[in-house]
T-cell receptor
Framework: GAVVSQHPSWVICKSGTSVKIECRSL??????MFWYRQFPKQSLMLMAT?????????EQGVEKDKFLINHASLTLSTLTVTSAHPEDSSFYIC??????????FGPGTRLTVL | AQSVTQLGSHVSVSEGALVLLRCNYS??????LFWYVQYPNQGLQLLLK??????LVKGINGFEAEFKKSETSFHLTKPSAHMSDAAEYFC???????????FGTGTRLQVTL
């Protein structure tokens, strides 16, 4: 149990395009989902926290208009990187929580912007 | 505010030797502490967690960690390293099990023959 999936697992896009990453909790309802980014050989940095049905809470320094987060259901959250640039290339990881238990992490999505 | 410091970005041990990965935390409230393992190009897997119960926490794959409030530490140990333990290990702190996590910078464990 407690499986979180991400799609796609990797994506390559051209600079200026938008990319959507999906995070799904497969066997539980996630009231809260978290989005992290991880640069090569670095730690995970929290980007935003999203609760189902409400606006995401972004961490300081994260552009909410660039990284659009939607948490429309208890099993799905999406992160859209708008007008992607090479500096947005990173490993994006989501986690999901029932709100009273631990966070379960997805396998990550590697984004490469050319 | 919370923070985590992992001493040693890279640790190398021989197979069968003791594994010790260090983690010190700072928290203005009683912390919840976690150790995660990450294999290349994968997400994070929870090894163990401290949630204010027993100070010695046993996790998966033979790992354990001890919460020492006086030292603000939560070091990860394993008596005998296996080749399969080679990975990146992250210590993290939060104010609750479902609250946002603050991660340390990670320690890469190398296991040699």
């Amino acid at each position: 149990g407690a499986v979180v999936s991400q799609h796609p697992s990797w994506v390559i896009c051209k600079s200026g395009t938008s990319v959507k990453i999906e995070c799904r909790s497969l066997d539980f309802q996630a009231t809260t989902m978290f989005w992290y980014r991880q640069f090569p050989k670095q730690s995970l940095m929290l980007m935003a926290t999203s609760n189902e049905g409400s606006k995401a809470t972004y961490e300081q320094g994260v552009e909410k208009d660039k990284f659009l987060i939607n948490h429309a259901s208890l099993t799905l959250s999406t992160l859209t990187v708008t007008s992607a640039h090479p500096e947005d290339s990173s490993f994006y990881i989501c986690s999901a929580s029932t709100g009273i238990g631990e966070q379960f992490f997805g396998p990550g999505t590697r984004l490469t912007v050319l | 505010a919370q923070s985590v410091t992992q001493l040693g970005s890279h640790v190398s041990v021989s197979e069968g030797a003791l594994v010790l990965l260090r983690c010190n935390y700072s928290s203005s409230v009683p912390p919840y502490l976690f150790w995660y393992v990450q294999y290349p190009n994968q997400g994070l897997q929870l090894l163990l967690k401290y949630t204010s119960a027993a100070t010695l926490v046993k996790g998966i794959n033979g790992f354990e960690a001890e919460f020492k409030k006086s030292e603000t530490s939560f070091h990860l140990t394993k008596p005998s390293a296996h080749m399969s333990d080679a990975a990146e290990y992250f210590c993290a702190v939060s104010t609750g099990t479902a609250s946002k996590l603050t991660f340390g910078t990670g320690t890469r464990l190398q296991v040699t023959l």
